[in-house]
């Protein structure tokens, strides 16, 4: 169990100092996450799909992806305080590009190898675009993504290539955020 007791309703000022080092918030800020997730849960866990209600989350096309890459077991359907503040805390707007970056590449890796391949991609652009696109529209903007972001031409996207692409990026940190 992490820094949460499923039988306090308050953070005490050691936790609070604790949460304050390892997430990008204030206390201020851990204790308005801490009673939003008071008021999802029942207990110590809350079910993913009251997260994805959220309105933070709602109306994100990835808030699946998101809560099973934030979820430490997401097999469980399940998240823990901690895991909850985790994600709010990369979804903040103090955040770092790199941290951002790497909950991105792990919110778009769909099978979970550590790549961005073909079908990972075509998986993202469906998640976007809904029934917006034609299935060979998604199939030649696959191939031009991985065209433009694949350096070693393995037709697959590493961490490193797509934090390249990031780089090159302005707008990505003001975009993968979510306000409080």
Request: negative net charge.
């Amino acid at each position: 169990m992490g820094l949460f007791q499923s039988t306090d309703s308050s953070l005490s000022p050691q936790q609070l100092e604790e949460y304050q080092d390892c997430t990008f918030f204030t206390k201020k800020e851990i204790l308005y996450v801490h009673k939003k997730f008071r008021d999802l849960a029942s207990a110590d866990r809350v079910g993913i799909q009251r997260v994805m209600d959220i309105d933070e989350l709602k109306n994100n096309p990835f808030r699946k992806r998101i809560c099973r890459v934030f979820a430490e077991d997401p097999t469980s359907g399940q998240m823990s305080f901690d895991d909850f503040l985790d994600m709010m805390s990369v979804f903040s707007e103090e955040a770092t590009r790199e941290v951002k970056a790497s909950y991105a590449f792990r919110v778009y890796d769909m099978d979970g190898d550590g790549y961005l391949d073909k079908n990972d991609i075509m998986a993202t652009l469906k998640c976007l675009c809904g029934e917006g696109l034609k299935p060979e529209e998604v199939d030649l903007i696959a191939d031009k993504v991985l065209e433009e972001a694949d350096l070693d031409s393995d037709r697959r996207i590493s961490y490193v290539e797509f934090d390249h692409v990031i780089s090159r990026s302005p707008d990505f940190i003001n975009t993968f955020r979510i306000r409080l």
